[in-house]
């Protein structure tokens, strides 16, 4: 079989991964889901925020902002850092710090507080992402779809967020925030047993040659996906209540709509790339966009308009995994860091445009942000296809001596 001008269709389908390795996978997307879930947190109460303490849009996305420089600045670092230390309880650290910040934002009076703390919050999903991106490789194997659950996991966590985020902050208002702090506490204590039991456990030397330039690209295309993502979680709300006419909670399910539809992308993509591999997946995704962000424009009314917002956060979220399993399999030699990139930085840096689209928010109302949103996509599928053809799926080279030794 030769290369056409993407990847090719494997073979044979990546074996599923083995029973202890497949409850290991299952473990991370559960913290996965845990540290995200602070992460879709913030969007879920910006609409609380504004109403309650009057906070314009260009505040509002401050807000946003400020969760994303905690989780985007320091992803790089802290990827260099978990690929040259032994840092087996950084995980669990960073989903604690994660929940605190979140936990006590709603209490603090001043809006310095408030964004600090949400800054907080960001640092502690930095410090989760590089770790548990690395040991979740190791789990999956070269299956997609094994890497896809634990991306997975995170789409969960936004998802549930708005779901339990609403009945909380519409009874108890912003201040409702502090009841979100025990899932953090009991995630972190799970993760460092967790943790503690494999420390013994070193993973093998990783092999082939670092590719920068198409890790470049790849980087870029998520820095696309996530500003569109971002931006839709952080206004559709307020679109909702402002323009469309429903009410706080049509709002908040509106959110959930979209970040539910980001589930299904997730393991879609994971599956759909086992079959026609993870290039083509990626293409796909961005194409799909386009036109599901404009039916999510167009649609009239508050009610029409939630399907699309289901099948824009499936579109969105269909080439999530796949980023980060081609980002290790393009920086063989640093998982940690492709991780911290793909999985953290990538996904986050995209909410540092948040404030441009808040700017245009008050300028203009969320309308014309959300017909913006409909262009952006196109441009992830022109990088996507600057996306070099491999002919042959990349062996995984973050599977640890142990396991290498029980399989053989």
Not at 42 to 47: G, M, N, S, Y
Not at 260 to 281: C, E, H, N, Y
Not at 347 to 368: E, I, K, R
Request: charged share 10%; net charge positive.
């Amino acid at each position: 079989m030769t290369a056409s001008n993407d990847l090719t269709v494997p073979r044979n389908r990546p074996e599923a991964p083995a029973a202890p390795a497949a409850r290991r996978i299952w473990t991370w997307a559960a913290a996965h889901a845990v540290d995200d879930f602070y992460q879709g947190l913030v969007p879920a109460a910006v609409p609380y925020f504004v109403l309650e303490r009057h906070y314009s849009y260009l505040a509002a996305g401050g807000l946003t902002l400020a969760a994303t420089l905690g989780s985007a600045l320091p992803q790089p670092l802290i990827g260099v850092a978990v690929d040259r230390l032994r840092l087996p309880r950084l995980a669990a650290a960073g989903v604690l710090l994660a929940g605190l910040g979140f936990g006590l934002s709603g209490l603090a009076d001043s809006y310095p507080a408030v964004w600090l703390l949400l800054l907080l919050s960001g640092l502690g999903a930095a410090m989760f992402h590089p770790a548990a991106g690395k040991a979740a490789r190791e789990a999956a194997g070269d299956s997609v779809t094994g890497m896809s659950v634990f991306a997975a996991g995170g789409s969960v966590g936004f998802f549930l967020a708005p779901v339990l985020a609403v009945p909380a902050l519409t009874a108890w208002g912003a201040g409702g925030t502090v009841v979100f702090l025990p899932p953090a506490v009991l995630a972190a204590f799970v993760l460092a047993r967790a943790t503690r039991r494999r420390a013994a456990a070193r993973s093998a030397p990783a092999g082939g040659r670092d590719r920068w330039g198409p890790f470049a690209v790849l980087t870029m295309i998520s820095v696309v996906r996530s500003a569109v993502f971002a931006a839709v979680a952080t206004f559709i709300g307020l679109y909702w209540i402002r323009h469309l006419g429903g009410s706080q909670t049509l709002a908040g399910t509106a959110l959930a709509c979209f970040l539910g539809g980001g589930v299904a992308g997730t393991i879609a993509g994971g599956r759909l790339a086992d079959r026609i591999g993870p290039v083509r997946t990626v293409r796909i995704g961005a194409l799909l966009a386009v036109p599901m962000l404009a039916a999510l424009r167009l649609a009239p009314g508050p009610l029409a308009p939630l399907a699309f917002a289901a099948l824009a956060g499936l579109a969105l979220n269909v080439p999530f995994a796949v980023l980060v399993r081609l980002g290790q399999d393009y920086l063989p030699a640093r998982p940690g860091t492709a991780a911290g990139v793909t999985l953290g930085l990538g996904v986050s840096v995209g909410g540092l445009l948040t404030p441009v689209f808040g700017l245009v928010a008050d300028a203009h109302g969320t309308p014309p942000v959300f017909t913006l949103l409909c262009f952006v996509p196109a441009a992830a599928f022109a990088l996507a296809l600057l996306l070099p053809a491999d002919a042959r799926p990349s062996p995984n080279p973050y599977t640890s001596e142990g396991d290498r030794i029980r399989r053989s």
